[in-house]
């Protein structure tokens, strides 16, 4: 007998030992393979896997991580297996018929990679978009400091000029300094406009 297949036969006997469908003297072959399990449980540390098991022993989900417990014991210690597999026999319980695992239409894995992949794609593609007009879009030129420090130094003399010759000040359209003393105006301020720097 396989430790797979001897795991799940040793679970499905401690529930019907557990639900008290086990009578006779084979009920003194599973209470002995019960103390040898739950032994075995408490030497390694993994008792309370059996604890979630005995609280719903019909559960698949409960059964499981007792199965995997036994499994690995199993697979360990060869002589614990041969031991186990003996009381299992003497308990004259058939094991249990195989389930077939269910089957999703979409293998989980395959999902998974593919919904990882269209996600990164997706990323990937809005963050190259945002990169692409960060680097070539013109900031609109909607007069706060933010955007004035973003233009290049053409159109920063550009916007100033119109804006002295707008207020008909043609003196200060010629002066070489605007664009600093308006650069050094924002940069105290960076939250103001350039016509309140300007003032």
Known sequence: MSFPTLAEHVVEVLAQLGAGTITGPRRRAADTLFDAVIGRLRRTGTASTFDLF????????????????????????????????GMVRATDIAAPAPQEPARSVFPA??????????????????????????????????????????MTGEDQRSLLERVYH??????????????????????????????????
């Open 54 to 85: 005995a609280a719903d022993p019909a559960a698949p989900a409960r059964r499981r991580p007792l199965v995997e417990i036994l499994n690995r014991q199993f697979k360990d210690d060869p002589a614990f297996r041969d031991l186990i597999a």
């Open 109 to 150: 894995r395959k999902v998974a990679v593919a919904a990882t992949g269209i996600l990164v794609a997706a990323g990937i593609a809005l963050g190259a978009r945002a990169l692409v007009l960060n680097l070539t879009e013109k900031p609109l030129p909607d007069g706060t400091c933010r955007t004035f420090f973003a």
């Open 166 to 199: 707008a207020r008909n000040q043609p003196l200060m359209e010629g002066d070489p300094y605007i664009v600093s003393s308006v650069l050094y105006g924002c940069g105290q301020n960076p939250e103001r406009t350039v016509n309140d720097v300007i003032g």
